[in-house]
């Protein structure tokens, strides 16, 4: 029978766009480093996000006076009007290490329009002194209400040429009032302009108000904390003692030296491999190079392509990593695998392509590729295979390692070398088994009954690829509506499974044949294992449509991280009753984002709230410590953690002693909001994990102490006993008394 061709302009494009971001990616870095050189002096740190700037604080800046001559002396000002209720912290040199307290007010001057600075920045008048319940560990806090001015000498030299000067600062600071503050940041001020004169002799050097003021102001005792809505409603809470000068665990390896760091980037890779984010990959390889197998001839056989996936695979993931992290930010690469029509091109592609594994049609380049010289179809091997890598890269960033999280905040920052390295160490090692399974189709080739197996393992192939593709299309469809109004749905996407597994099952142990089997189909040892397996998948996954979730390993740290997240709802209510909960769930019904927060709760074990606010508001109202845990709605590691750890009878006792809140940094899902609204305050979560852990890592647990100071953390899927260990000991580290410790226990 003759098989109609399907072009593939589609796979051809996205190659192209791979190649292009791969041979361009250098020459976008050194432009941006042209344009930057072109505009000037730029600050040491990256701006904050302008949204999160805080609305209760004005800083500006001037110079005094705003004439002068070669050899005088100016003073650079900045002064902060601070709203009423607010304060913003003293200066100092060092911005406070993690927990040491709030974060004080900091400038970095970076462009001086040639001018010396002399001396260091003082403050027009003293700061209050007091004591905030916020930071419990230091006997007070240093801070300034209303209005304060900053100011540092300025000289210029004796022979500048008249005219404009621009003058430049960063700041870093936050403001806080009595219950909640905004994020801490750093933002470039408004330029100032000092006009330099032509000749003259030098003014006298201005009165500057120093830190000296003979009358102290008395301090003003903090209000109580209130349950009101903070005044900076769209910053999260308060981060104070998060600091700035949080590290991720691999920048800490990064700092002990090149040896540790490359040995935590390669564990690293090894760790990947058995997240369930890289699977669907392993059978879409081996149908791909049994395609090209089938089709290959010339010089470049399947070891070449094999190898070139490989490198590929490395170059690719390095690549697109560093340059997203650093052109947009350390979560750019998590935002674009949740992009719904990326996922739908993805969805579609795996379809096509088993859908050819079947039968259906076959694949071929255009007739102009393959013409283009007598290596056309060598050369079409190597466009295919770079855009597998490609696949594989974007569709592995929907677990966000751990590892990476921290090299990609790191690019971020502007730093490339460690980024470089680790992530070229951990995609060779993420990469090397995907290069056995390359040369796999080749070993089975050479089998006995080579096409029969051949044909086999296409039939079969096809048939995961089409059961990958539903996953692709839940995951597109969680950017547009809530997961119960969603069509691939768990209860569908487990039924598409449970009967895909049964019909490859059926077809492995030869009870009915395609149009390319042999007429008499022998099943030998290895089908019959090997179909008796997906059979035994079938009736293992059929329980679950019931609501009565299978036990052990394969459903817990497997299948519940492929499968949609409201998989919980299924299997909940269950788990729900033998905790004693009678109503676990609540759908929120405003449409207020901060209100909606507040009312919707989910049930993993215990209720997890989603407002950090109000987990606040209870935490320091019952003296019990927080738990965040930053998740997503598509992130697997996420989904195994709530199905398989957090209802453990050595973990679910643990989480009752905290007040619990789920942060989402992929989609924030109420059913009362926008899907605008869900990728706005996504953001806004996203920004306070790089704040709290240095880290774009889903799922990462951040354990807060009932004053909201940060006093643990740990990333990533963790079996049940080593999880309740880090909960234990966070516990310890957050009470500091047995008075904590006997709330908790009470509770």
């Known amino acids: 029978m003759r098989r109609a061709h399907l072009g593939w302009p589609a796979a051809v494009g996205a190659s192209a766009l791979c190649l292009l971001v791969l041979i361009a990616g250098p020459l976008l870095l050194v432009e941006r480093s042209q344009a930057a050189d072109s505009q000037g002096p730029a600050p040491k740190k990256k701006d904050s996000r302008a949204r999160f700037q805080s609305k209760n604080a004005k800083l500006t800046t001037s110079v005094e006076p705003a004439e002068a001559h070669p050899g005088g002396t100016v003073a650079f000002k900045v002064t902060a009007k601070v709203d009423p209720g607010f304060h913003i912290y003293k200066y100092s040199r060092d911005a406070a290490k993690p927990g040491a307290g709030p974060l004080p007010t900091t400038f970095d001057l970076f462009d001086t329009g040639g001018l010396m600075p002399e001396g260091d920045w003082t403050a027009s008048r003293e700061p209050i002194r007091h004591p905030e319940p916020a930071f419990p560990d230091i006997p007070f806090v240093e801070y300034y209400e209303d209005e304060v001015s900053w100011s540092i000498h300025l000289k210029v030299p004796p022979g500048a040429e008249p005219g404009k000067k621009i003058l430049r600062v960063q700041a870093g600071y936050m403001v806080c009032n009595a219950s909640s503050c905004s994020m801490a940041g750093q933002w470039t001020l408004p330029e100032t302009t000092l006009t330099v004169l032509s000749g003259g002799s030098a003014a006298p050097p201005p009165t500057v108000a120093a830190s000296t003021t003979p009358k102290p102001e008395i301090p003003k005792p903090a209000a109580p904390p209130a349950p009101e809505k903070s005044a900076v409603a769209s910053a999260p809470?308060?981060?104070?003692?998060?600091?700035?000068?949080?590290?991720?665990?691999?920048?800490?390896?990064?700092?002990?030296?090149?040896?540790?760091?490359?040995?935590?980037?390669?564990?690293?890779?090894?760790?990947?491999?058995?997240?369930?984010?890289?699977?669907?990959?392993?059978?879409?390889?081996?149908?791909?190079?049994?395609?090209?197998?089938?089709?290959?001839?010339?010089?470049?056989?399947?070891?070449?392509?094999?190898?070139?996936?490989?490198?590929?695979?490395?170059?690719?993931?390095?690549?697109?990593?560093?340059?997203?992290?650093?052109f947009f930010s350390a979560s750019a690469l998590q935002t674009l695998a949740n992009n719904a029509w990326l996922n739908i091109f993805v969805a579609l592609m795996f379809l096509v392509f088993g859908l050819s594994l079947l039968g259906m049609f076959e694949i071929r380049l255009p007739s102009f590729l393959l013409n283009a010289s007598?290596?056309?179809?060598?050369?079409?091997?190597?466009?295919?295979?770079?855009?597998?890598?490609?696949?594989?890269?974007?569709?592995?960033?929907?677990?966000?390692?751990?590892?990476?999280?921290?090299?990609?905040?790191?690019?971020?920052?502007?730093?490339?070398?460690?980024?470089?390295?680790?992530?070229?160490?951990?995609?060779?090692?993420?990469?090397?088994?995907?290069f056995v399974l390359a040369l796999s189709p080749g070993m089975i080739s050479r089998m006995p009954r080579s096409g029969d197996w051949m044909n086999a393992v296409k039939v079969v192939g096809g048939l995961v690829e089409i059961g990958a593709a539903l996953k692709f299309v839940n995951t597109a469809e969680?950017?547009?509506?809530?997961?119960?109004?969603?069509?691939?749905?768990?209860?569908?996407?487990?039924?598409?499974?449970?009967?895909?597994?049964?019909?490859?099952?059926?077809?492995?142990?030869?009870?009915?044949?395609?149009?390319?089997?042999?007429?008499?189909?022998?099943?030998?040892?290895?089908?019959?294992?090997?179909g008796a397996a997906f059979l035994g998948l079938a009736l293992f996954l059929t329980p679950a449509l019931f609501g009565h979730a299978p036990k052990g390993p394969l459903w817990n740290r497997i299948i519940v991280g492929l499968l949609p997240p409201d998989i919980s709802e299924l299997i909940a209510p269950p788990v729900a009753m033998a905790s004693g909960e009678s109503s676990p769930e609540v759908r929120a019904t405003s449409t207020d984002p901060d209100e909606a927060e507040r009312q919707q709760k989910s049930f993993h074990g215990v209720q997890w709230g989603m407002s950090l606010s109000q987990a606040r508001e209870e935490a320091a109202r019952e003296k019990r410590p927080i738990l965040i845990d930053f998740t997503g709605v598509n992130c697997t590691n996420c989904r195994q953690m709530e199905i398989g750890v957090f209802p453990n009878r050595q973990v679910l006792p643990l989480l009752k002693r905290f007040v619990t809140v789920q942060l989402y940094t992929d989609f924030v899902k109420i059913p009362s909001l926008t899907p605008q609204q869900w990728t706005e305050r996504a953001e806004i979560n996203q920004d306070l994990l790089l704040k709290m852990t240095g880290e774009a890592t889903n799922p990462i647990y951040v354990v807060l102490s009932p004053d909201g100071r940060v006093v643990d953390r740990i990333g990533g899927f963790n079996e049940p006993r080593a999880f309740a260990a880090f909960l234990t000991q966070a516990l310890e580290k957050a009470g500091g008394s047995e008075k904590v410790a006997q709330a908790a226990n009470g509770d």
């Open 237 to 326: 809470p308060d981060v104070a003692s998060t600091g700035s000068a949080i590290r991720s665990e691999i920048a800490q390896k990064a700092e002990q030296g090149l040896i540790p760091f490359l040995i935590a980037s390669a564990l690293g890779g090894l760790f990947a491999l058995v997240m369930p984010c890289v699977w669907p990959m392993v059978p879409i390889t081996v149908n791909f190079f049994v395609k090209q197998g089938q089709s290959q001839s010339g010089r470049v056989g399947a070891t070449g392509l094999a190898i070139t996936y490989c490198l590929s695979i490395i170059g690719v993931f390095t690549a697109v990593g560093v340059l997203c992290s650093f």
């Open 374 to 434: 007598s290596q056309g179809e060598n050369r079409g091997g190597v466009v295919g295979v770079i855009f597998m890598a490609l696949t594989l890269t974007i569709t592995s960033f929907t677990c966000t390692f751990p590892v990476v999280g921290g090299l990609l905040a790191m690019a971020a920052g502007g730093d490339f070398f460690y980024p470089i390295v680790g992530l070229a160490t951990f995609s060779t090692v993420l990469a090397l088994p995907f």
């Open 478 to 530: 969680q950017s547009f509506v809530p997961a119960e109004d969603a069509w691939m749905n768990a209860p569908m996407m487990l039924t598409s499974w449970i009967a895909l597994s049964t019909v490859c099952g059926v077809y492995l142990l030869g009870l009915f044949r395609t149009d390319h089997d042999h007429d008499e189909v022998k099943v030998g040892a290895g089908r019959m294992l090997t």
